[in-house]
């Protein structure tokens, strides 16, 4: 079982950055047998991948939509992941979940329902 605390979201002006963390507690496995991943929800939108991260920090899959702009990285001494964002817009506003997914399989997924755990969110709010 694991559990996820996300930290650092805030109040932002379009072309700012924030870093949000997601502090992992984890029980029968390690930190590092997880890929980990971000998701985002905007009031009314269904939740959606932004990017992810496998077991080892080496490969990294990132959704369209934040390309060049978003980066994932992890480190598994301290049982943390981390999202990068920069130049930030005002359609990134949502809440942004961290997930895990027990796999150290390569190929990382981007469905909501391949995820078996979920942090409580964190809001971003982008004005312009």
């Known amino acids: 079982q694991v559990q996820l605390s996300e930290s650092g979201g805030g109040s932002v002006q379009a072309g700012d950055s924030l870093r949000l963390s997601c502090a992992a507690s984890t029980r029968t496995f390690t930190f590092s047998s997880y890929t980990m991943g971000w998701f985002r929800q905007a009031p009314g939108k269904e939740r959606e991948f932004v990017v992810a991260?496998?077991?080892?920090?080496?490969?990294?899959y990132i959704a369209d939509s934040v390309k060049g702009r978003f980066t994932i990285s992890r480190d598994n001494a301290k049982n943390t992941v981390w999202l990068q964002m920069n130049s930030l817009k005002p359609e990134d506003t949502a809440v942004y979940y961290c997930?895990?997914?027990?796999?150290?399989?390569?190929?990382?997924?981007?469905?909501?329902?391949?995820?078996?755990?979920w942090g409580q969110g964190t809001q971003v709010t982008v004005s312009s």
């Open positions: 991260v496998d077991w080892s920090g080496k490969i990294t």
């Open positions: 997930a895990a997914r027990l796999s150290r399989l390569s190929a990382l997924r981007t469905l909501r329902e391949e995820y078996d755990y």
